[in-house]
T-cell receptor, first 115, second 113 residues
Framework: DTAVSQTPKYLVTQMGNDKSIKCEQN?????MYWYKQDSKKFLKIMFSYNNKELIINETVPNRFSPKSPDKAHLNLHINSLELGDSAVYFC??????????????FGPGTRLLVL | GDSVTQMEGPVTLSEEAFLTINCTYT??????LFWYVQYPGEGLQLLLKATKADDKGSNKGFEATYRKETTSFHLEKGSVQVSDSAVYFCALSARGGADGLTFGKGTHLIIQP
């Protein structure tokens, strides 16, 4: 029933490790996103995918690599984790890229803590 | 670039008080404007939106009017409840989904019984 789901919900790991976060949407949307929410709750877009193609890549370190095996899934792989990567990562989806007014639907978030 | 400015909290009110959370924006073109709400430990949910000037978005007793002349989208509610305690984010979309949403820094609202 969940429209946008993410796994895992919590992730605690050591600096230098590689980890992945998975996202799935069952809304039939064409466009998916990753956002990062920092400790002060500020949200910033990281990536956007439309029909499995990367559309934007904000100034995100190349240690972060999104992968979209199909338009219902958008995974985020992070190499060589750093302390500053600790944050909450939100996946979102919207029907398409085309319209300003389209609602984005957010997942519950993945809370990443790097020790 | 595009930006959203909103009052930062925490904002503490008593139950049944009137709520206003200010939001102003800077954007090229004609953005759509949104209010999202984040309850403790949860993801973001759309509260309301407006896609053109003078539109009013409303939901669950909350309202906001898209004011192009003042580049504002202030959130209001006539009588708040304890269950309204959450973080509220003002956001805009200026070029469709290509740029994602640009968010304000969020306002933490605390309603006391």
């Amino acid at each position: 029933d969940t429209a946008v789901s993410q796994t895992p919900k919590y992730l605690v790991t050591q600096m230098g490790n590689d980890k992945s976060i998975k996202c799935e949407q069952n809304l039939g949307h064409d466009t998916m996103y990753w956002y990062k929410q920092d400790s002060k709750k500020f949200l910033k877009i990281m990536f956007s995918y439309n029909n499995k193609e990367l559309i934007i890549n904000e100034t995100v370190p190349n240690r972060f690599s999104p992968k979209s095996p199909d338009k219902a899934h958008l995974n985020l792989h992070i190499n060589s984790l750093e302390l500053g990567d600790s944050a909450v990562y939100f996946c979102a989806s919207s029907p398409s890229l085309g319209e300003n007014g389209e609602t984005q639907y957010f997942g519950p978030g993945t809370r990443l803590l790097v020790l | 670039g595009d930006s959203v400015t909103q009052m930062e909290g925490p904002v503490t009110l008593s139950e049944e008080a009137f709520l206003t959370i200010n939001c102003t924006y800077t954007a090229t073109g004609y953005p759509s404007l949104f209010w999202y709400v984040q309850y403790p430990g949860e993801g973001l949910q759309l509260l309301l939106k407006a896609t053109k000037a003078d539109d009013k978005g409303s939901n669950k007793g909350f309202e906001a009017t898209y004011r192009k002349e003042t580049t504002s989208f202030h959130l209001e509610k006539g009588s708040v409840q304890v269950s309204d305690s959450a973080v509220y984010f003002c956001a805009l979309s200026a070029r469709g989904g290509a740029d994602g949403l640009t968010f304000g820094k969020g306002t933490h609202l605390i309603i006391q019984p």
